[in-house]
């Protein structure tokens, strides 16, 4: 006895591998947040020297990392780290403003994108000042977070 496998069933199945794989990469946008922050020292000479992993309540507390939206300063820090791991980058300056609503992020293999919409600066005088942005994610669903090669990019 042979078997044949109708169109309908291919379509079908092919249509759910699809869809799980667009959930798939939706989950993963979800666990990747973004907030506007600040550090208590900045070496604005040297901006990629500040980009770092923050794995613990002690290497915020000694980073001076503060949000910009206060309901996330009043989190619990002991909790937060036992989940989270955060990664604090600066970018932008010059002609280019960069918010953390203006940043998505993906991880494909060993590399972290981190996608980024600058506000161009089109006025004759003046600069905007590079920004302070903090990435983070669920550093249970993504062991081996701190061996990402992590990448920018301008869409």
Known sequence: MTRHVTPAIV??????GTGACHSQQKN????????????RAVDWENPM???RWITGPSEAAASGLHFTKASLNARDLSNLYQSTAQYVFVLG??????TAEKCTGKITGDTLVIMYRPHIRAAPVGEAAPSVICLELNRLNFPGYKKL???????
Do not use: A
């Open 49 to 51: 020297s500040n980009n």
């Open 28 to 39: 993963m946008e979800n666990e990747i947040k973004f907030y506007d922050c600040m550090l």
């Open 93 to 98: 300056g010059g002609d280019r403003w960069v």
């Open 149 to 155: 090669k992590i990448v920018f990019r301008e869409v």
């Open 11 to 16: 379509l079908l199945l092919i249509y759910l």
